[in-house]
């Protein structure tokens, strides 16, 4: 069992759509939950930092995680077509030092 | 404002040479990781440096492959003899404390003739 999984897609949705983008986990001593979106060509975009299990909201974007079935959801609502990209989940141990574990990336596309 | 800069964005080479990729860390952080993003596959952690020390190279090829971050100048990933196995998105990231978020950089693409 990989350590981190993420459904690689791709997702297309219309725009105004929300989108739901989702990463299991098997490790339970990660602690620092990241959502990074990646442009072709470019490098990974810090979108949500989050610590505890909850909700964290930040504009369009909402980060949920859920260490209790080691589940971590970001909801993107009113999807543009400027969101078509690849997301990335990552996530780290309280303990490491800095050794980030990514998912594969979903790859998105908002249709206008 | 400048973010992680790397540089070059692009890097050919001949199998058996030498490729020395640069990193800038953002103003203000002393911590710099670099990782490897392979075709249809993830990113994977490939080494952690803070100034003059390396943290943590578990990700890091046991042979050819080896970094440093000086007391000036920036990170360096250098990767001697290269294979065509090589080829692939080397990105760079900083943060201001070990467990604060990364930031990257655009990455270098390293193409192996």
């Known amino acids: 069992q990989k350590e981190v999984e993420q459904d690689p897609g791709p997702l297309s949705v219309p725009e105004g759509a929300i989108v739901s983008l989702n990463c299991t986990y098997s490790?339970?001593?990660?602690?620092?939950f990241m959502w990074y979106r990646q442009y072709s060509r470019k490098g990974p975009e810090l979108l949500m930092y989050?610590?505890?299990?909850g909700n964290k909201e930040d504009g369009r974007f909402t980060a949920q995680v859920d260490k209790s079935s080691k589940y971590i959801s970001l909801f993107i609502r009113d999807s543009q077509p400027s969101d078509s990209a690849t997301y990335l989940c990552?996530?780290?141990?309280?303990?490491?030092?800095?050794?980030?574990?990514f998912g594969k990336g979903t790859k998105l596309s908002v249709k206008p | 404002n400048a973010g992680v800069m790397q540089n070059p964005r692009h890097l050919v080479r001949r199998r058996g040479q030498e490729a020395r990729l640069r990193c800038s860390p953002m103003?203000?952080?002393?911590?710099v990781y670099w990782y490897r993003q392979l075709p249809e596959e993830g990113l994977k952690f490939m080494v952690y440096?803070?100034?003059?020390?390396?943290?943590?190279e578990s990700g890091m090829p046991k042979e050819r492959f080896s970094a440093e971050f000086p007391k000036e100048g920036p990170s360096i990933l250098r990767i001697q003899q290269v294979v065509r196995g090589d080829s692939a998105a080397y990105f760079c990231?900083?943060?201001?404390?070990?467990?604060?978020?990364?930031?990257f950089g655009d990455g270098t693409r390293l193409s192996i003739l």
């Open positions: 990231a900083s943060s201001s404390a070990g467990n604060q978020p990364q930031h």
């Open positions: 490790n339970s001593a990660f602690q620092y």
């Open positions: 989050t610590y505890s299990s």
């Open positions: 990552a996530m780290i141990t309280g303990g490491s030092q800095g050794n980030l574990i």
């Open positions: 103003k203000g952080h002393s911590h």
């Open positions: 440096l803070q100034k003059e020390n390396i943290i943590d």
